[in-house]
């Protein structure tokens, strides 16, 4: 398994815990440290076991209230960002 660790901006949660198949295709785990702790552990569960553009698709540009991002589009930030360090691309600054 991969593991990543991806720090989000503009959400409550301060870091998302990301773990990829070695292939980097299927996400098998993902956890959040602060935020909304009930969401954020049904969205990890939910999440478990499918590729990862399936979940970058469903979850990328949900927002959270007045924001322009929530951490369900966060973390499609950081699965990408993950599959880009596992592929070897240097991160965008």
């Known amino acids: 398994m991969f ?3 991806y ?3 503009g ?3 301060r870091m998302i ?23 954020l552990k049904a969205i990890g569960k939910l999440v478990a076991g ?4 399936e979940i970058c698709q469903i979850l990328s540009g949900n927002t959270c209230g007045p924001r322009n991002t929530s951490c369900a589009d966060q973390l499609a930030r950081g699965l990408r ?6 592929a070897g691309v240097a991160p965008e600054a």
Do not use: M, W
């Open 3 to 5: 593991s990543y660790d």
């Open 7 to 9: 720090k989000p901006r």
């Open 11 to 13: 959400v409550c949660s």
């Open 17 to 39: 815990h990301i773990g990829l198949s070695d292939d980097g295709k299927t996400v098998e785990q993902v956890s959040f440290e602060g935020g909304c702790n009930g969401n």
């Open 50 to 53: 499918h590729p990862v553009d």
């Open 81 to 86: 960002a993950a599959e880009d360090e596992l």
